[in-house]
């Protein structure tokens, strides 16, 4: 029904910044709400950041001041802008979604396939 695409991840140096895209296609009318997350091999699995498309957001205390979540229903895509980046970012990101599929409220809620970040010290 709805696919999600991320892109973006790649290798950096500390200080650097990506931007990663979440792009979701299909039956989405409109992304609602978005939640990414980062995990490392070993590590649990943890939130980075969380925006609902009427503005508000949530961040991780590592993701605050430098991370800024983000829709853009025009284009049907959320982002990630990774400032100041660190070492400790390095991580696979993944978006989780929440797209309106119909007029009637029907939601989907579904992930991307991921994309690494990787931030050399």
């Known amino acids: 029904q709805v696919q999600l695409v991320e892109s973006g991840g790649g290798l950096v140096h500390t200080g650097g910044s990506l931007r990663l895209s979440c792009a979701a296609s299909?039956?989405?009318?409109?992304?609602?709400?978005v939640d990414w997350y980062r995990q490392t091999p070993g590590k649990q699995r943890e939130l980075v950041a969380s925006?609902?498309?009427?503005?508000?957001?949530h961040y991780a205390d590592f993701a605050k001041g430098r991370f800024t979540i983000s829709i853009d229903n025009t284009k049907n895509t959320a982002y990630l802008q990774m400032n100041s980046l660190k070492p400790e970012d390095t991580a696979f990101y993944h978006c989780?979604?929440?797209?309106?599929?119909?007029?009637?409220?029907?939601?989907?809620?579904?992930w991307g396939q991921g994309t690494q970040v990787t931030v050399s010290s």
């Open positions: 925006v609902i498309s009427g503005g508000a957001t």
């Open positions: 989780n979604a929440q797209c309106l599929i119909d007029t009637e409220g029907t939601t989907w809620n579904g």
């Open positions: 299909g039956r989405c009318l409109r992304i609602d709400t």
